[in-house]
Protein backbone atom coordinates (compact mmCIF):
# COMPACT_ATOMS: atom_id res chain seq x y z
CA UNK A 1 0.00 0.00 0.00
CA UNK A 2 1.48 3.42 -1.35
CA UNK A 3 1.61 5.97 0.79
CA UNK A 4 2.89 9.49 0.52
CA UNK A 5 2.88 11.87 4.03
CA UNK A 6 3.61 15.94 2.89
CA UNK A 7 5.72 18.27 5.57
CA UNK A 8 7.43 21.76 5.38
CA UNK A 9 4.76 23.75 4.71
CA UNK A 10 4.17 26.99 6.93
CA UNK A 11 3.83 30.37 6.77
CA UNK A 12 6.66 33.00 5.04
CA UNK A 13 6.89 36.54 4.33
CA UNK A 14 7.09 37.12 0.48
CA UNK A 15 10.69 36.99 -0.60
CA UNK A 16 11.23 34.12 1.35
CA UNK A 17 11.90 30.04 0.83
CA UNK A 18 10.42 26.85 1.98
CA UNK A 19 11.20 23.43 1.21
CA UNK A 20 8.62 20.74 1.42
CA UNK A 21 8.93 17.16 1.29
CA UNK A 22 6.91 14.14 0.38
CA UNK A 23 8.00 10.85 2.37
CA UNK A 24 7.02 7.62 0.24
CA UNK A 25 6.46 4.49 1.86
CA UNK A 26 5.22 1.30 0.37
CA UNK A 27 6.70 1.24 -2.80
CA UNK A 28 10.57 2.70 -3.97
CA UNK A 29 9.74 6.18 -4.90
CA UNK A 30 12.69 5.61 -7.76
CA UNK A 31 10.63 3.30 -9.78
CA UNK A 32 7.55 6.20 -9.59
CA UNK A 33 6.60 9.42 -11.55
CA UNK A 34 6.24 12.09 -8.78
CA UNK A 35 4.66 15.33 -8.50
CA UNK A 36 3.52 18.58 -6.52
CA UNK A 37 0.48 19.83 -6.83
CA UNK A 38 -1.21 23.03 -5.48
CA UNK A 39 -4.63 24.21 -4.31
CA UNK A 40 -5.60 27.49 -3.74
CA UNK A 41 -9.08 28.86 -2.25
CA UNK A 42 -11.55 28.91 -4.48
CA UNK A 43 -9.35 27.68 -7.06
CA UNK A 44 -9.26 24.61 -8.94
CA UNK A 45 -6.33 21.77 -8.52
CA UNK A 46 -2.97 23.23 -9.94
CA UNK A 47 0.09 21.15 -11.44
CA UNK A 48 3.57 22.79 -10.28
CA UNK A 49 6.02 20.25 -11.26
CA UNK A 50 6.74 16.77 -11.84
CA UNK A 51 10.01 14.47 -11.20
CA UNK A 52 10.27 11.57 -13.89
CA UNK A 53 11.75 8.53 -12.51
CA UNK A 54 14.50 9.00 -15.46
CA UNK A 55 15.91 12.12 -14.06
CA UNK A 56 13.65 14.40 -16.17
CA UNK A 57 11.72 17.54 -14.51
CA UNK A 58 9.14 20.08 -15.49
CA UNK A 59 7.75 22.81 -14.10
CA UNK A 60 4.64 25.19 -14.67
CA UNK A 61 5.55 28.54 -15.89
CA UNK A 62 5.22 30.57 -12.72
CA UNK A 63 7.48 28.49 -10.82
CA UNK A 64 10.54 27.89 -13.23
CA UNK A 65 13.25 29.42 -11.25
CA UNK A 66 11.86 29.94 -8.02
CA UNK A 67 11.05 26.49 -7.50
CA UNK A 68 13.37 22.93 -7.46
CA UNK A 69 12.15 19.43 -7.57
CA UNK A 70 14.12 16.83 -6.20
CA UNK A 71 14.65 13.27 -4.74
CA UNK A 72 16.98 11.86 -2.18
CA UNK A 73 15.94 7.79 -3.32
CA UNK A 74 18.13 6.76 -0.20
CA UNK A 75 15.59 8.25 1.93
CA UNK A 76 12.66 7.59 -0.23
CA UNK A 77 11.32 10.88 -0.63
CA UNK A 78 10.75 13.81 -2.99
CA UNK A 79 11.22 17.96 -2.39
CA UNK A 80 10.28 20.93 -3.35
CA UNK A 81 12.51 23.54 -2.95
CA UNK A 82 10.66 26.98 -3.51
CA UNK A 83 12.37 30.62 -3.31
CA UNK A 84 11.01 34.17 -3.80
CA UNK A 85 7.83 33.50 -2.48
CA UNK A 86 4.62 35.05 -3.45
CA UNK A 87 1.06 35.67 -2.46
CA UNK A 88 0.11 33.81 -5.52
CA UNK A 89 2.14 31.08 -4.21
CA UNK A 90 -0.35 30.41 -1.45
CA UNK A 91 -2.10 27.00 -1.37
CA UNK A 92 -2.41 24.07 -0.66
CA UNK A 93 0.16 21.50 -1.60
CA UNK A 94 -0.11 18.00 -2.69
CA UNK A 95 2.49 15.56 -3.52
CA UNK A 96 1.27 12.90 -5.96
CA UNK A 97 2.87 9.51 -7.39
CA UNK A 98 1.91 7.20 -10.41
CA UNK A 99 3.62 4.18 -12.05
CA UNK A 100 4.83 4.05 -15.65
CA UNK A 101 1.47 4.08 -17.78
CA UNK A 102 -1.13 4.95 -15.09
CA UNK A 103 -2.65 8.50 -14.03
CA UNK A 104 -1.63 10.43 -11.14
CA UNK A 105 -3.04 7.38 -8.87
CA UNK A 106 -1.35 8.26 -5.39
CA UNK A 107 -1.51 11.72 -3.46
CA UNK A 108 -1.24 13.29 0.08
CA UNK A 109 -2.83 14.75 2.72
CA UNK A 110 -1.32 17.86 1.56
CA UNK A 111 0.45 20.49 3.71
CA UNK A 112 -0.17 24.38 4.00
CA UNK A 113 1.87 27.28 2.45
CA UNK A 114 0.93 30.67 3.18
CA UNK A 115 3.01 33.91 1.93
CA UNK A 116 1.94 37.14 4.04
Known amino acids: HVQLVESGGGSVQAGGSLRLSCAVS????????MAWYRQAPGKEREWVAT???????LYTNSVKGRFTISRDNAKNTLYLQMNSLNSDDTAMYYC???????????WGQGTQVTVS
Open 51 to 57: SFSEGCE
Open 96 to 106: AARRRGRGWEY
Open 26 to 33: GYTASELF
